[in-house]
């Protein structure tokens, strides 16, 4: 028997041409416990929430930094954990493990090593985007182009290997580290509902059973 699959994809010439997302909801930037306690309680609050992490670039070979901030995102408001500053707090950690709390994220494993040198913990009901968009044909597996396909916008990643270390985050890495976290959100959400694809070319195979 063969069966027809398609492959939906994009290239990063066709995305260069599309308008640019911006993330509209409150950002807010946690760096002291009160505040990441606090944070915590209004995440509660939702079922479902977007999320992401950044980590200090290293530019020696073999040199990997711990993670420096973890977004965690509502379709409304993104909060930025600073961790470098307030530590992986035991309120978060209870959040990032609790079973009744959907965290959707996209490459997961790689947050999670990250997340496991600053602390051990038992990450439960996380949704990796990679895992699922294969059933609904997209072939692309990074968010800005998963996001493309989707929506039609493009996910600008020119603060990604900014320092994320500093004393203050800049306006524009602020916003680019709450739309990362959100956007996962808003593809979960995006597919759970059906919506058209923005693009839609693809490419056929034919796969023999």
Same mark, same amino acid.
């Given at each position: 028997?063969?069966?027809?699959?398609?492959?939906?994809?994009?290239?990063?010439?066709?995305?260069?041409?599309?308008?640019?997302?911006?993330?509209?909801?409150?950002?807010?930037?946690?760096?002291?416990?009160?505040?990441?306690?606090?944070?915590?309680?209004?995440?509660?609050?939702?079922?479902?929430?977007?999320?992401?992490?950044?980590?200090?670039?290293?530019?020696? %070979?073999?040199?990997?930094? %711990?993670?420096?901030?973890i977004q965690?995102?509502?379709?409304?408001?993104?909060?930025?954990?600073?961790?470098?500053?307030?530590?992986?707090?035991?309120?978060?950690?209870?959040?990032?493990?609790?079973?009744?709390?959907? %965290?959707?994220?996209?490459?997961?494993?790689?947050?999670?090593?990250v997340?496991?040198?600053?602390?051990?913990?038992?990450p439960r009901?996380?949704?990796?985007?990679?895992?699922?968009?294969?059933?609904?044909?997209?072939?692309?597996?990074?968010?800005?182009?998963?996001?493309?396909?989707?929506?039609?916008?493009?996910?600008?990643?020119?603060?990604?290997?900014?320092?994320?270390?500093?004393?203050q985050?800049?306006?524009?890495?602020?916003?680019?580290?709450?739309?990362?976290?959100?956007?996962?959100?808003?593809?979960?959400?995006?597919?759970?509902?059906?919506?058209?694809?923005?693009?839609?070319?693809? %490419?056929?195979?034919?796969?023999?059973?």
């Open positions: 028997m063969t069966l027809q699959y398609n492959h939906i994809s994009i290239d990063k010439a066709t995305i260069n041409e599309l308008p640019i997302e911006s993330f509209a909801g409150r950002i807010h930037v946690v760096d002291s416990v009160d505040q990441a306690k606090k944070a915590v309680e209004v995440l509660r609050q939702h079922n479902v929430l977007g999320i992401d992490t950044e980590t200090k670039p290293s530019f020696r %070979k073999g040199r990997t930094n %711990k993670v420096s901030l965690l995102s509502t379709d409304a408001e993104c909060f930025l954990f600073r961790i470098n500053k307030i530590g992986f707090i035991e309120e978060l950690r209870d959040l990032l493990t609790d079973p009744n709390m959907t %965290k959707i994220g996209i490459s997961l494993r790689d947050d999670f090593s997340l496991h040198r600053v602390d051990s913990f038992d009901n996380f949704v990796d985007l990679q895992s699922v968009v294969g059933q609904y044909g997209i072939a692309d597996m990074s968010l800005q182009k998963i996001y493309a396909i989707i929506f039609g916008k493009k996910i600008s990643k020119s603060q990604r290997l900014s320092n994320w270390e500093a004393d985050l800049s306006v524009p890495q602020q916003y680019y580290a709450a739309l990362d976290a959100w956007a996962c959100l808003h593809i979960y959400e995006a597919l759970q509902e059906g919506v058209a694809f923005y693009y839609t070319q693809s %490419k056929s195979e034919n796969i023999e059973l």
